[in-house]
C-alpha cells in the first residue's frame, strides 16, 4: 500500500537536498536584510494563504526573538491586519490589498519581502512595484520558476518545486536561516 505520508517525505527531502545550490542566494538575502536593519530601516512582509503565515511567522522572529536576547528588529507582516485588508479589498482592489500598505508605510531603504510559491500572484507583484517608487529594495521567497516575481527582486531565493506545499516547507528553511543570519551579522548571535 502507498503511503501519503511517506511520499510527502521523501519529496520534501528532496527539495530540501536541492536548496544546498541556492547557498549564495540566501546569503546575499541574509546581507541585504541585516544591512537595511543595521541602517535603521525595516522590514515589510507580505505573502497570500500559507505564506501570509510565513510573514508574520518572519517578522514575529525579529520583533519578538529567535535565538538570542536582543534588541527587537524592526520587521511587519502586511497580512495580519484584517481592518485594513478588508477596507482596502473591498475600497480598492484585492490586487491592492499590500501596495496600498506600502504605499503608507514604505520608506527610502527600507525592504520589502514578497513570499510567493508562484511568483504570480498579483498583489504581491504590485506591492513590489509600491516597494520601488518608496525607494525600497525587494526581496523575494518564491517557487515553481520564480514567475513575474523574479525580476522585481534585488534578492531572490527560488525554491526548485512544482508543489505549494513543498515550497512553503523550504520557505520555512529559508526564513529560520535568514533570521539566523541577521543576528550573525549584527553581533547579536
Ligand atoms: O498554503 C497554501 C497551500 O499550501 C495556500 O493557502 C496557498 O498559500 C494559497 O493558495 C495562496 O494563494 C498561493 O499564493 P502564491 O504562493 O502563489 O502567491
Ligand atoms: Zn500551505
Redesign the pocket.
Known amino acids: 500500500m502507498t503511503s501519503l505520508f511517506l511520499d510527502n517525505v521523501d519529496q520534501h527531502l528532496d527539495v530540501i537536498r536541492r536548496l544546498s545550490a541556492l547557498d549564495a542566494d540566501v546569503q546575499r538575502m541574509g546581507i541585504l536584510l541585516a544591512d537595511t536593519l543595521q541602517a535603521g530601516h525595516k522590514l515589510l512582509l507580505c505573502g497570500n ?3 501570509a ?1 510565513d510573514a508574520q511567522h518572519m517578522a514575529s522572529e525579529l520583533t519578538g526573538r529567535f535565538i538570542k536576547d536582543r534588541r527587537p528588529l524592526a520587521a511587519i507582516a502586511l497580512s495580519t491586519d484584517s481592518s485594513a485588508l478588508t477596507c482596502i479589498g473591498n475600497d480598492y482592489s484585492f490586487d491592492e490589498v499590500f501596495a496600498r500598505q506600502v504605499e503608507a508605510l514604505a520608506r527610502p531603504g527600507d525592504c520589502l519581502i514578497g513570499i510567493t510559491t508562484s511568483g504570480r500572484s498579483a498583489n504581491v507583484l504590485r506591492a513590489a512595484a509600491a516597494a520601488r517608487r518608496a525607494g525600497a529594495t525587494v526581496a523575494g521567497l518564491l517557487g515553481r520558476d520564480g514567475g513575474a516575481m523574479r525580476a522585481e527582486c534585488d534578492a531572490a531565493v527560488v525554491v526548485p518545486s512544482d508543489v ?2 513543498r515550497i ?1 516547507e523550504a520557505h520555512s528553511l529559508v526564513i529560520h536561516t535568514l533570521c539566523g543570519l541577521i543576528e550573525q551579522r549584527l553581533g547579536v548571535a
Open positions: 494563504g500559507g505564506s503565515a505549494t506545499a512553503q
